[in-house]
C-alpha cells in the first residue's frame, strides 16, 4: 500500500507540474516581452549610474527619471527633443542626443518610441549614451 501512496504523490506532482508548466508556456507566448508605445509617445528608461531627463523643443522638460525606472511622456511640441542626464555628484545636466522629427514635425500619429539612457558617469570606458529600443 505504501508503494501505491508514494506512486499517487508522485503522479499528482508530475501532474501539477505539467499543468503549470504549460500555463507558463500560454503566458509567455500571449505576452509580448515588451509592450509597443502608443502613437506621440516616448518611453524613457534610465539604465546607468545616473538620472535622465527629456527637453522638449517648447524648452519644457520632462519629469526626471531616476536610475531603474521607466516614464512613457507624451510628445511636447512637434521639434525635436534631446535626452539627457544629471551627474550624480554636481547633478549638472548633460545633454546625451537630439532626437529630430520626420519633416513636418511630431503629430497625433508619429510612432512612438523607446529609448534607454545608459552607461556610468564616472567610468569612461562606459561613458552615457542612449540606445533606441523601438
Same mark, same amino acid.
Given at each position: ?32 516581452? #515588451?509592450? %509597443? ?6 518611453? !524613457?528608461?534610465?539604465? *546607468?549610474? =545616473? ?5 522638449? /523643443? ?31 555628484? #554636481?547633478? %549638472? ?6 532626437? !529630430?522629427?520626420?519633416? *513636418?514635425? =511630431? ?5 512612438? /518610441? ?21
Amino acid at each position: 500500500m505504501r508503494i501505491k501512496q508514494r506512486l499517487s504523490r508522485r503522479t499528482a506532482l508530475a501532474t501539477g507540474t505539467a499543468v503549470l508548466a504549460a500555463g507558463a508556456a500560454v503566458v509567455a507566448v500571449g505576452t509580448p516581452a #515588451s509592450a %509597443a508605445i502608443g502613437n506621440h509617445r516616448v518611453q !524613457l528608461c534610465a539604465q *546607468g549610474n =545616473y538620472a535622465a531627463d527629456i527637453t522638449w /523643443s517648447t524648452g519644457l522638460h520632462s519629469y526626471v527619471v531616476f536610475p531603474g525606472q521607466c516614464q512613457t511622456f507624451d510628445i511636447a511640441g512637434t521639434g525635436p527633443y534631446t535626452i539627457g542626464g544629471f551627474y550624480n555628484v #554636481s547633478k %549638472a545636466h548633460f545633454d546625451l542626443t537630439t532626437v !529630430l522629427p520626420l519633416p *513636418g514635425g =511630431y503629430n497625433s500619429s508619429t510612432p512612438g /518610441s523607446k529609448w534607454g539612457a545608459e552607461g556610468d558617469t564616472g567610468n569612461p570606458n562606459n561613458p552615457p549614451y542612449v540606445v533606441r529600443w523601438q
